[in-house]
């Protein structure tokens, strides 16, 4: 019996051919499909090639169009190439793996319309997508937004403004007395009356006492007291009690004198204290009116975030444009650590990875010529490396470097890192444009705010790194020799003032800012245009405010002053009224006193008088007496001896 | 009828004496790898030449491939494991790696399953090869002159089924 078998080996020979010529003739629609497959998994949406043909011997791949969709509007492409040639590792697609060694890429059509949807098979769709999604690009996505936000936000601070306030409000006094109801005319009234009041209680007070007709009864006493007919003493002494008595009342008058005139005081001072109120009344009118106006303080940190914020807002929701759809098309070639799988499908097993003499990933592309035009105009050229579902495998990160020049001639760099090395995923962006002509950008707020710029240059320094996922940027424009442009001519003066702030300023910087934490986003934007601008405006505005601060000071005083002059006249009148009031009794009281006491002396010198002539008289009798008895004694003694 | 068919195929090539119990027994113990190895993978295709090259019966290869075919099935996790250990082995590692690197990863060598049921199958062969030897001589020298003695095959021979056993008797 023949151990081999005749037939057998022909058969070998027969399928041997077969399955060289089926290869021939199949292998590149089969290899077309199964890297069409790897490539629209990868990208989320479908990677087509037209007119694919691969040479295993040579290692070489070319198509003559390949159309790349766009995930997020599946009906445009992310980008589309013509006819182009590609170096691989034709092996490994027998492995179902895609090593590309270098891939030149030029005129590169982006956003460009697609006749059928881009959406990948469901079929294609990996499980484990869908988990994903809601993962550590959480930020990133409400970064996306963030243009969106920073532009409505922005429109909020156009209107809340003060220049704008400032600007647009017809803010006058006439308007203002129009929203004013002055309350001190009202007061003043008020105070009038209460003044009125005090006056006549303090007059009645007066009267109440009755002093004239105290002082009449008194005078009629001591008029009716004759000091001629005063004879002798004891009438002096009656005299004298009687003008004690009057006395008396007189002081008795002079303390309610002193009642009447504290009551007069009192009303006097009232009367006066009311002119000070007065004051304070106005003063308060004046606070009201201002308030009405709303007379504007100023942010210094607005003005520049107003100018530039979008643009640097765009700028860098680009930077995260990119920075995602690179994370998200490396994020889903990632491989996971290999342990072992306890119970996989009957039949499939665990495939074991082994430590590669060349790195033996799924998805390679070792380098990518890359030059396209954007669609801003931007002619961009440049080189990525490594894009590779595993950066661990060949210990790098992917990189891009590109340089571009726009229609003006401007030159620029762009270079990109995305390194998943580490435990925590880094992205890194760096931009550098050192000229930029400031004329052709368009600032597009609006309102009294400059629309954009006659001329000047501005150098451009981004950087922005996205550690997982977070992103923190940093955003530089050093703009110099520049010129602002309106859209119209300053109708109003506070807008011919701020045209001209604007107009001194030569050259400005703003810094844009963006890190995040667990609430989300902060964005902060800074600039020395602010203190610039707002320095100036602060100074206008204020002469403005100052001005209608007049203004209304002028129409308050119009209608407060004529009250205050008639108050202070009526103050003045009553004053009068109460001070001669008080001297016409004082006077009185006075003179009363003044009367008896000069007749309680003539009635006193009267009874001095009136003892001494009965002294001298007494004493006189007593001489004659002695005298008359002595001569008596003188008699008797003769006729004795 | 297909299953008795295939019996009756089956009684054909085992009473048959243009093929030698090795020949039946290379068929099946071939069939067996192939029937315990994950279907479609490379060494299938060399097995397949090599049933074409050699003087070995066809049919009891395609027999095996369906008998081992469902015990690999069912021996897939012990096949899984075993595999795993397999390509886990430190004194190996080299070995494989190098295989990792060239083109000789297209045997999808570093596959679980298929390491642990290739090895194992023909681990297997030179035992199972023999003992096929031995249960077909065994089969051609008592079963047959017993079963053609039997009242069974008396009977059969009068029937058309008979005629038709004739037919496979060969």
């Given at each position: 019996?023949?151990?081999?078998?005749?037939s057998?080996?022909?058969?070998?020979?027969?399928l041997?051919?077969?399955i060289?010529?089926?290869?021939?003739?199949?292998?590149d629609?089969?290899?077309?499909e199964?890297i069409?497959?790897?490539?629209?998994i990868?990208?989320?949406?479908?990677?087509?090639?037209?007119?694919?043909?691969?040479?295993l011997?040579?290692?070489?791949?070319?198509w003559?169009?390949?159309?790349?969709?766009?995930p997020?509007?599946?009906m445009?492409?992310?980008?589309?190439t013509?006819?182009t040639s590609v170096?691989?590792?034709a092996?490994k697609?027998?492995q179902?793996?895609?090593i590309?060694?270098?891939l030149?890429?030029?005129?590169?059509?982006t956003?460009?319309e697609r006749?059928k949807?881009g959406?990948?098979?469901?079929?294609?769709?990996?499980?484990?997508?869908?988990?994903?999604?809601s993962?550590?690009?959480s930020?990133?996505?409400?970064a996306?937004d963030?243009?969106?936000q920073?532009?409505?936000?922005?429109k909020?601070?156009?209107?809340?403004t003060p220049v704008?306030?400032?600007?647009?409000?017809?803010?006058?006094?006439?308007?203002?007395m129009g929203?004013?109801?002055?309350?001190t005319?009202?007061?003043?009234d008020s105070l009038?009356?209460?003044i009125?009041?005090n006056v006549?209680?303090a007059?009645?007070?007066?009267?109440k006492?009755?002093l004239?007709?105290?002082?009449?009864e008194t005078d009629?006493?001591i008029?009716?007291?004759?000091?001629?007919?005063?004879?002798?003493?004891k009438?002096?002494e009656e005299?004298?009690k009687t003008?004690?008595?009057?006395?008396?009342?007189?002081?008795?008058?002079q303390?309610?004198?002193k009642?009447?005139?504290?009551?007069l005081?009192?009303?006097?001072?009232?009367?006066s204290s009311?002119?000070g109120q007065?004051d304070?009344?106005?003063?308060e009118?004046?606070?009201?009116?201002?308030?009405?106006?709303?007379l504007?303080?100023?942010?210094t940190?607005?003005?520049?975030e107003?100018?530039?914020?979008?643009?640097?807002?765009?700028s860098?929701?680009d930077?995260?444009?990119y920075a995602?759809?690179?994370?998200?098309?490396?994020?889903?070639?990632?491989?996971?650590?290999?342990e072992k799988?306890?119970?996989?499908?009957r039949?499939?097993?665990?495939?074991?990875?082994f430590?590669s003499f060349?790195p033996?990933?799924d998805?390679w592309?070792?380098?990518v010529?890359?030059?396209?035009?954007?669609?801003?105009?931007?002619?961009?050229?440049?080189?990525i490396?490594d894009i590779?579902?595993?950066?661990?495998?060949i210990?790098?990160?992917?990189?891009?470097?590109?340089?571009?020049?726009?229609?003006?001639g401007?030159?620029?760099s762009?270079?990109g890192?995305f390194?998943?090395?580490?435990?925590?995923?880094?992205e890194s962006?760096?931009?550098?444009?050192p000229?930029?002509?400031?004329?052709?950008?368009?600032?597009?707020?609006?309102?009294?705010?400059?629309?954009g710029f006659?001329?000047?240059n501005?150098a451009?320094?981004?950087?922005?790194?996205?550690?997982?996922g977070?992103?923190?940027?940093?955003?530089?424009?050093?703009?110099?020799?520049?010129?602002?442009?309106?859209?119209?001519?300053a109708s109003?003066?506070?807008?011919?003032?701020?045209?001209?702030?604007?107009?001194?300023?030569?050259?400005f910087?703003?810094?844009?800012?963006?890190s995040?934490?667990?609430?989300?986003?902060?964005?902060?934007i800074?600039?020395?245009?602010d203190?610039?601008?707002?320095?100036?405006?602060k100074?206008v505005?204020?002469?403005?405010?100052?001005?209608?601060?007049?203004?209304?000071?002028a129409?308050?005083?119009?209608?407060v002053?004529a009250?205050?002059?008639?108050?202070?006249?009526?103050?003045n009148k009553?004053?009068?009224?109460?001070?001669?009031k008080?001297?016409?009794?004082?006077?009185?009281?006075?003179?009363?006193v003044?009367?008896?006491?000069?007749?309680?002396k003539?009635?006193?010198?009267?009874?001095?008088?009136?003892?001494?002539?009965a002294?001298d008289?007494?004493?006189?009798?007593a001489?004659?007496?002695l005298?008359?008895?002595a001569?008596k004694?003188?008699?008797k003694?003769?006729?004795?001896? | 009828?297909?299953?008795?068919?295939?019996f009756?195929?089956?009684l054909?090539?085992?009473?048959?004496?243009k093929?030698?119990p090795?020949?039946?027994?290379?068929g099946?113990?071939i069939?067996?790898?192939?029937?315990?190895?994950?279907?479609?993978s490379?060494?299938?295709?060399?097995?397949f030449?090599?049933?074409?090259?050699?003087?070995?019966?066809?049919s009891m290869?395609?027999?095996?491939?369906?008998v081992?075919?469902?015990i690999?099935y069912?021996f897939?996790?012990?096949?899984?494991?075993?595999g795993?250990?397999?390509?886990k082995?430190?004194?190996?590692?080299e070995?494989y790696?190098q295989w990792y690197?060239?083109?000789?990863?297209?045997?999808r060598?570093?596959?679980?399953?298929?390491?642990?049921?290739?090895?194992?199958?023909?681990?297997?062969?030179?035992?199972?090869?023999?003992?096929f030897?031995?249960?077909?001589?065994r089969?051609r020298?008592?079963?047959l002159k017993?079963?053609?003695?039997?009242?069974?095959?008396?009977?059969l021979?009068?029937?058309?089924?008979?005629?038709?056993?004739?037919?496979?008797?060969?």
């Amino acid at each position: 019996m023949k151990l081999f078998r005749k037939s057998g080996l022909i058969l070998v020979i027969i399928l041997g051919g077969l399955i060289a010529a089926g290869y021939y003739f199949i292998s590149d629609d089969l290899i077309e499909e199964q890297i069409e497959k790897a490539l629209s998994i990868q990208n989320g949406a479908l990677v087509e090639f037209d007119g694919l043909s691969v040479s295993l011997l040579n290692g070489t791949m070319t198509w003559k169009k390949m159309q790349v969709a766009n995930p997020d509007n599946v009906m445009q492409n992310r980008f589309e190439t013509t006819e182009t040639s590609v170096s691989i590792t034709a092996w490994k697609l027998l492995q179902k793996k895609v090593i590309i060694n270098n891939l030149v890429l030029a005129d590169i059509r982006t956003g460009t319309e697609r006749k059928k949807s881009g959406e990948l098979p469901k079929e294609w769709i990996p499980e484990e997508e869908v988990e994903e999604d809601s993962g550590e690009s959480s930020l990133l996505k409400e970064a996306g937004d963030l243009s969106k936000q920073a532009k409505n936000a922005l429109k909020d601070k156009v209107v809340n403004t003060p220049v704008f306030q400032l600007a647009n409000t017809s803010i006058n006094a006439d308007s203002i007395m129009g929203l004013l109801k002055l309350q001190t005319p009202d007061k003043v009234d008020s105070l009038r009356k209460s003044i009125e009041a005090n006056v006549k209680n303090a007059t009645e007070t007066v009267e109440k006492l009755n002093l004239n007709k105290t002082i009449k009864e008194t005078d009629a006493k001591i008029k009716s007291i004759n000091v001629k007919e005063i004879k002798d003493v004891k009438s002096a002494e009656e005299a004298i009690k009687t003008v004690t008595e009057l006395s008396k009342t007189a002081k008795d008058l002079q303390s309610q004198l002193k009642t009447a005139k504290e009551s007069l005081s009192t009303g006097i001072s009232e009367v006066s204290s009311g002119v000070g109120q007065v004051d304070n009344w106005i003063k308060e009118d004046y606070s009201r009116a201002e308030k009405i106006a709303k007379l504007p303080d100023f942010d210094t940190q607005k003005i520049g975030e107003l100018l530039l914020g979008k643009e640097l807002m765009e700028s860098l929701n680009d930077y995260l444009g990119y920075a995602e759809t690179g994370r998200n098309f490396l994020a889903s070639m990632k491989s996971k650590d290999q342990e072992k799988d306890e119970n996989p499908e009957r039949g499939k097993g665990q495939n074991i990875r082994f430590k590669s003499f060349e790195p033996n990933p799924d998805f390679w592309v070792k380098k990518v010529n890359l030059s396209y035009k954007t669609e801003k105009d931007i002619q961009l050229s440049g080189v990525i490396t490594d894009i590779i579902d595993n950066q661990k495998l060949i210990a790098r990160p992917t990189k891009a470097d590109f340089k571009g020049v726009n229609k003006s001639g401007e030159t620029m760099s762009v270079t990109g890192e995305f390194n998943y090395l580490g435990d925590k995923t880094l992205e890194s962006f760096q931009f550098d444009m050192p000229k930029m002509s400031l004329r052709t950008l368009d600032i597009g707020v609006g309102g009294s705010l400059p629309t954009g710029f006659t001329k000047g240059n501005g150098a451009v320094k981004a950087v922005l790194n996205i550690t997982n996922g977070a992103p923190k940027a940093d955003i530089t424009l050093k703009n110099t020799d520049v010129g602002f442009k309106f859209a119209k001519k300053a109708s109003g003066k506070s807008e011919k003032v701020f045209q001209d702030v604007m107009g001194r300023i030569n050259s400005f910087n703003i810094d844009a800012m963006i890190s995040s934490n667990s609430k989300g986003l902060k964005v902060k934007i800074d600039s020395d245009i602010d203190n610039k601008i707002s320095r100036e405006i602060k100074a206008v505005a204020k002469e403005e405010v100052d001005k209608i601060k007049r203004q209304i000071r002028a129409k308050v005083d119009a209608q407060v002053q004529a009250k205050k002059k008639e108050l202070n006249d009526e103050i003045n009148k009553q004053k009068q009224k109460l001070e001669a009031k008080k001297k016409e009794v004082e006077e009185l009281v006075n003179k009363q006193v003044a009367e008896i006491e000069a007749k309680k002396k003539e009635i006193e010198k009267k009874k001095d008088d009136l003892i001494k002539e009965a002294k001298d008289k007494a004493e006189k009798a007593a001489q004659d007496a002695l005298k008359k008895g002595a001569d008596k004694l003188k008699s008797k003694i003769k006729l004795g001896f | 009828m297909f299953g008795f068919d295939i019996f009756i195929k089956l009684l054909k090539l085992l009473n048959s004496d243009k093929h030698s119990p090795a020949q039946l027994a290379g068929g099946l113990s071939i069939g067996m790898i192939m029937g315990l190895t994950p279907w479609f993978s490379a060494h299938h295709l060399i097995l397949f030449f090599v049933l074409l090259l050699f003087n070995v019966n066809f049919s009891m290869a395609l027999l095996g491939m369906g008998v081992f075919g469902i015990i690999g099935y069912l021996f897939d996790p012990v096949f899984h494991d075993f595999g795993f250990y397999l390509l886990k082995l430190d004194f190996m590692k080299e070995t494989y790696t190098q295989w990792y690197n060239s083109a000789f990863i297209l045997t999808r060598f570093n596959n679980t399953v298929l390491m642990g049921s290739f090895v194992a199958s023909i681990l297997l062969s030179p035992i199972m090869f023999p003992i096929f030897l031995f249960l077909i001589k065994r089969y051609r020298k008592h079963v047959l002159k017993w079963f053609k003695d039997s009242f069974l095959g008396e009977l059969l021979k009068e029937s058309s089924t008979l005629s038709l056993y004739d037919k496979v008797e060969g």
